[in-house]
């Protein structure tokens, strides 16, 4: 059974970057699309980016897009989260996602069906 763990959030300076990492156990890793979630306290859980299984199409939100990249490594089972010039509202717990049953949703929660345990990033100003 695959399994997901998040690691790389920490607490940097606004304007510094981090690199999360999204580590997956199981072969067949390279055959889901994977995304990155976040969720302030008191906030909803949103959509932060998304990969396609073999890293050829990539989603955003308007609010990192430009700042933040998704990448992944299938020979490493691993996705990435590049976040750079971070502000204190990315402060968030971040989550990383697959997208087992290809539903053709990208962006809503239920879109993703396993889940990791998230890192803690924040941003102070």
């Known amino acids: 059974q695959v399994q997901l763990v998040e690691s790389g959030g920490g607490l940097v300076q606004a304007g510094g970057s981090l690199r999360l990492s999204c580590a997956a156990s199981?072969?067949?890793?390279?055959?889901?699309?994977m995304g990155w979630f976040r969720q302030a306290p008191g906030k909803e859980r949103d959509f932060v980016a998304r990969?396609?299984?073999?890293?050829?199409?990539?989603y955003y939100s308007d609010s990192v897009k430009g700042r933040f990249t998704i990448s992944r490594d299938n020979a490493k089972n691993t996705v990435y989260l590049q976040m750079n010039s971070l502000k204190p509202d990315d402060t968030a717990v971040y989550y990383c996602a697959a997208d087992r049953y290809y539903g053709g949703g990208i962006y809503n929660i239920r879109d993703y069906d396993l889940w990791g345990q998230g890192t803690q990033v924040t941003v102070s100003s």
């Open positions: 199981g072969r067949t890793f390279n055959a889901y699309p």
């Open positions: 990969i396609s299984s073999a890293a050829s199409t990539t």
